[in-house]
T-cell receptor
Framework: GNSVTQMEGPVTLSEEAFLTINCTYT??????LFWYVQYPGEGLQLLLK?????DKGSNKGFEATYRKETTSFHLEKGSVQVSDSAVYFC?????????????????FGQGTILTVHP | GAVVSQHPSRVICKSGTSVKIECRSL??????MFWYRQFPKQSLMLMAT?????????EQGVEKDKFLINHASLTLSTLTVTSAHPEDSSFYIC????????????FGPGTRLTVL
């Protein structure tokens, strides 16, 4: 079945530091890949997504590239801010397949807590 | 962006009682909604897929008689935890899929259930 593995946290950085959160996946076919962010006390929000190999998703200074050869979708940001402190989830969405039921379902990684200090 | 609401945000109940959680898509129609459970410091676990006008599809290991799902309209799905016990205490999150506009899942803010 599908699975997503994220680097374990928590991750603590100083403001303006470079961020990388690793994410690798196992799936059949060509899933869509997502990064979601959960700020304290709030629901999950879509941060960025990529739907095919070599696509780069980007938003709010965050980027991630869909690498099929390494089955990875690492999240990066060049200069983090205190306001980026949150929990980040990597996820994949199943693809249609004959008789399959996984289409549209999201499989999440375990989440990575990011804390950015001034 | 699209908004999904959940009600209540927090609920405390006694063991043996039933609790209903509502999930609403506020500005789009959602034929499909998903219910997740999130344990402290852990990831989201998909419980079931809720389809408007038909029976929900439950993930393996999720008791359908304990977690009743009803998706009676294109904007509302409900999850009822029946005969709740302390081990059912958790954070329940719904999402709604906007197939028509952006094909993106939008998540509700979650409901914290505590069973005493």
């Amino acid at each position: 079945g599908n699975s997503v593995t994220q680097m374990e946290g928590p991750v603590t950085l100083s403001e303006e530091a470079f961020l990388t959160i690793n994410c690798t996946y196992t799936a059949t076919g060509y899933p869509s890949l997502f990064w979601y962010v959960q700020y304290p006390g709030e629901g999950l929000q879509l941060l960025l997504k990529a739907t095919k190999a070599d696509d780069k998703g980007s938003n709010k200074g965050f980027e991630a590239t869909y690498r099929k050869e390494t089955t990875s979708f690492h999240l990066e940001k060049g200069s983090v801010q205190v306001s980026d402190s949150a929990v980040y989830f990597c996820a994949l969405s199943g693809v249609p397949s004959a008789g399959g039921t996984s289409y549209g379902k999201l499989t999440f990684g375990q989440g990575t807590i990011l804390t950015v200090h001034p | 962006g699209a908004v999904v609401s959940q009600h209540p945000s927090r609920v405390i109940c006694k063991s043996g009682t039933s609790v209903k959680i509502e999930c609403r898509s506020l500005d789009f129609q959602a034929t499909t909604m998903f219910w997740y459970r999130q344990f402290p410091k852990q990831s989201l676990m998909l419980m079931a897929t809720s389809n408007e006008g038909s029976k929900a599809t439950y993930e393996q290991g999720v008791e359908k008689d304990k977690f009743l799902i009803n998706h009676a309209s294109l904007t509302l799905s409900t999850l009822t935890v029946t005969s709740a016990h302390p081990e059912d205490s958790s954070f329940y999150i719904c999402s709604a899929r906007d197939w028509g506009r952006t094909d993106t899942q939008y998540f509700g803010p979650g409901t914290r259930l505590t069973v005493l």
